[in-house]
């Protein structure tokens, strides 16, 4: 197993230096070595047999781009690797080349490093999509930066806008060789899957690691262990995993107390491997969790 998640991994040089070198920038925008990487709306162009992600040269590209829809990614495998904003509006194009597909599929099939690319390059694509004014005086905003900020065009403000991610704890809490695992209402019939929940402003990850688990099951936890972490592009989530054990000093009464939930259970190895309840999708760290404790894979490095 690989010791990073779907969708991480440090695949892409970033070379912030680069970010605020204009004509460094305005060469790599121009140098037929550079790859360019199509996002048609909020989809990602692949091909070939085993399916890879289709990078295109710059004349490939060139009657897509435009001053504001480039976005310096970095360096990728020796080259300048830059995100095209192409509209969804339409019928998609290169379709002698490939096919452009959403990320939930493509993190399950393309390579690694692939899909950390095209992870990268979506979810920027539709940051600059949401920021196209200020937050704090309204006024139009434009890319800075090769695309990795914007400015507020009101010289009165100029106010530099960042990509933010959303912090989420998930975690699996274990209790008596059996683990913790509950379902929303709107999921596929008989999924279930690790607790999870935002952070919430001033509070550590332990903390809403207890705080989520308890509003959600009722259960109390102790013993909270950092696993790892993974960037969830939909649509820009940081996963923080973790592994807990319920408190062995407290009856543990599973109550839905916030009401998210549609049901939570405790499950054994042996419920679970013999297909009820359903599992989270392969490419996600709840996946991932549960593997690693059905196969017993947490070691002293999850520890404190």
């Given amino acids: 197993m690989h010791d990073h998640n779907v969708f991480a991994g440090a695949f892409v040089d970033r070379s912030g230096e680069k970010r605020k070198d204009a004509d460094w920038l305005d060469g790599a925008f121009r140098d037929e070595e550079t790859r360019f990487i199509p996002v048609w709306g909020d989809h990602c162009l692949v091909g070939g047999d085993p399916l890879e992600l289709i990078m295109l040269k710059r004349h490939q590209i060139e009657h897509f781009l435009d001053e504001h829809n480039q976005i310096f990614l970095g360096v990728f495998r020796g080259n300048a690797a830059i995100a095209v904003a192409i509209d969804a509006e339409g019928f998609p194009p290169y379709t002698e080349l490939g096919e452009f597909q959403n990320l939930r599929y493509l993190g399950a099939v393309l390579p690694a490093d692939e899909a950390n690319l095209a992870a990268h390059a979506r979810g920027l ?17 434009r890319p800075e930066t090769g695309g990795n900020s914007r400015r507020c065009l009101n010289p009165d403000c100029g106010r530099e806008i960042f990509p933010r991610v959303d912090p989420a704890i998930i975690v699996l809490v274990t209790h008596n060789d059996q683990c913790l695992l509950g379902r929303q209402q709107s999921w596929p019939e008989g999924r279930y899957s690790t607790i999870a929940g935002y952070v919430e402003t001033g509070e550590s990850l332990e903390d809403a690691v207890r705080r989520e688990v308890f509003e959600e099951t009722n259960v109390r936890v102790a013993g909270v262990r950092y696993h790892s972490s993974q960037p969830w592009p939909f649509p820009s989530s940081l996963m923080l995993g973790f ?44 996946r991932r969790l549960v593997d690693s404790w059905l196969n017993n894979d947490f070691d002293n490095s999850h520890k404190p």
């Fill in 125 to 141: 694509v539709l940051w600059h999509g949401s920021q196209q004014f200020c937050g704090v005086c309204g006024s139009s905003a």
């Fill in 243 to 286: 592994v807990a054990d319920a408190n062995p000093d407290i009856v543990q009464e599973i109550r839905l107390n916030d009401g998210e939930l549609e049901d939570a259970q405790f499950f054994s190895r042996k419920e679970l491997q013999s297909g009820f309840p359903k599992l989270p999708s392969r490419i996600s760290i709840a």
